[in-house]
């Protein structure tokens, strides 16, 4: 079954605590991306990957890194992670970075920093 | 800088009834693609539709339609004979051709309940 695959799907932690949310997609797509969810304000993008070793920022960088040494992996991590990151997380593929492509997204990680 | 709204934050309707959700959105570009996406309460999010700039057609997928009007912006979806499995968040996305990182712009989104 094509899908994106996030870990782990819930995860309470601590102000400073460094935690890395994976993702992988068995679709072959080139481009990845992450957003967040906040309530009232839809999704925003993190930072998205339009190949292997290809990685930008998107409109809410601040506090996230990524890494894309594999097509099907792209964690997202966050190194010293703090309360205004608490949120819903979601990965997402699609097979070219062309934008009238849907992406498809996994079933999202809710992130509650303390 | 493109902007997507969705005026209705939430929305209660009786089994049966027919709805609308908005979405009017804002772009400078020619060229842009407009999606529904539903986030069902167990939270991931489904694909509903794809719409080019360039294809005013309205579409009809059995109990759901879809109104593109370009002449005000808007991507309005329709559900005819709403069911309680209705129930969920409905979000309208923006993307560009243009746009560095193949950037989705969402609306807030609208949850919508559909009461039994």
């Known amino acids: 079954e094509a899908q994106v695959t996030q870990n782990p799907r819930y995860l309470i932690t601590v102000t400073g605590k460094k935690l890395t949310v994976t993702c992988s997609q068995n679709m072959n797509h080139e481009y990845m991306s992450w957003y967040r969810q906040d309530p009232g304000l839809g999704l925003r993008q993190i930072y998205y990957?339009?190949?292997?070793?290809?990685?930008d920022k998107g409109d809410v960088p601040e506090g996230y890194k990524v890494s894309r040494k594999e097509k099907r992996n792209f964690p997202l991590i966050l190194e010293s992670p703090s309360p205004n990151q608490t949120s819903l997380y979601f990965c997402?593929?699609?097979?070219?970075?062309?934008?009238?492509?849907?992406?498809?997204f996994g079933d999202g990680t809710r992130l509650s920093i303390l | 800088a493109q902007k997507v709204t969705q005026a209705q934050t939430e929305i209660s309707v009786v089994e049966k009834e027919d709805v609308t959700l908005d979405c009017v959105y804002e772009?400078?570009?020619?060229?842009?693609?407009l999606f529904w996406y539903k986030q069902p309460p167990s939270g991931e999010l489904v694909f509903l539709i794809r719409?080019?700039?360039?294809?005013?057609q309205n579409e009809i997928s059995g109990r759901y339609s879809w109104n593109f009007q370009k002449s005000t912006s808007s991507f309005n979806f329709t559900i005819t004979a709403s069911q309680v499995v209705d129930s969920a968040v409905y979000f309208c996305?923006?993307?560009?051709?243009?746009?560095?990182?193949?950037?989705?712009?969402f609306g807030g989104g609208t949850r919508l309940m559909v009461k039994p």
């Open positions: 772009t400078r570009d020619t060229t842009y693609y």
């Open positions: 997402a593929s699609s097979p070219t970075g062309v934008s009238n492509q849907p992406q498809h």
């Open positions: 996305a923006l993307s560009q051709p243009y746009n560095a990182g193949n950037m989705l712009t």
């Open positions: 719409r080019n700039s360039f294809d005013e």
């Open positions: 990957s339009m190949n292997v070793e290809v990685t």
